[in-house]
């Protein structure tokens, strides 16, 4: 089945500096590359997602780049605020299934 | 709320009982999902539906775990013979296939304590 490394497990960044969170995935049919956030006893939600056949994806300070031979996709956020200090999941759906495969989280703090 | 709501939120049972969750998706979703997830670890996948047929089991599921679908809408999830291991957090989550987003929308999930 489908292998989903995340790194790093813990991020702490200073308010308003950049954050990148990388994950590696097994399956080279894979299509789909969600990043979801997940703040404390909240349900994980959906902030940015990109698919194989794009290589990047912006939305405002949250972005998404894939290299599809290397096999990582890594999300980026820019002028880090407190407010999103969160767990972040990425996720793969691997080619011809219909579930999402999750890495095991980064906890990103971000300090006054 | 028109979003994914699942109950109970909180149980707590004593080793050897069985619970069981309920899962109720978004109204016009046709697929449902259910994952497991302990602290510090990603969600798990367990198995889903596609209306009310169920299309794929995690090979991690043993045969204490039942789900069903019977009307294509709300979902259940049973645990039999609970054991302290299946101590987790139960999320369901719901999308549409015709959508072709690939988006998962989750409920709060069904916190589990084994005692």
């Not at chain 1, 991020?11 to 590359?33: H, M, P, R, W």
């Not at chain 2, 697929?31 to 602290?39: D, G, I, S």
């Not at chain 2, 209306?51 to 995690?58: D, F, G, P, R, T």
């Amino acid at each position: 089945g489908e292998n989903v490394e995340q790194h790093p497990s813990t991020l702490s960044v200073q308010e308003g500096d950049s954050a990148v969170i990388k994950c590696t995935y097994s399956d080279s049919a894979s299509n789909y590359f969600p990043w979801y956030k997940q703040e404390l006893g909240k349900r994980p939600q959906l902030i940015i997602d990109i698919r194989s056949n794009v290589g990047e994806k912006k939305d405002q300070r949250i972005a998404v780049t894939l290299n599809k031979t290397a096999k990582h996709f890594s999300l980026h956020i820019t002028e880090t605020q407190p407010e999103d200090s969160a767990v972040y999941f990425c996720a793969v759906i691997g080619g011809g299934g219909n579930k999402l495969t999750f890495g095991t989280g980064t906890q990103l703090k971000v300090e006054l | 709320d028109t979003g994914v709501s699942q109950d109970p939120r909180h149980k707590i049972t004593k080793r050897g009982q069985n619970v069981t969750f309920r899962c109720d998706p978004i109204s016009e979703h046709n697929r449902l999902y259910w994952y497991r997830q302990t602290l510090g670890q990603g969600p798990e996948f367990l198995t889903y539906f596609q209306n009310e047929a169920q299309l794929e089991k995690s090979r991690l599921l043993s045969d204490r775990f039942s789900a069903e679908r019977p009307k294509g809408s709300f979902s259940t999830l049973e645990i039999q013979r609970t054991e302290q291991g299946d101590s987790a957090m139960y999320l369901c989550a719901s999308s549409l296939v015709a959508a072709n987003t690939g988006e998962l929308f989750f409920g709060e999930g069904s916190r589990l304590t084994v005692l």
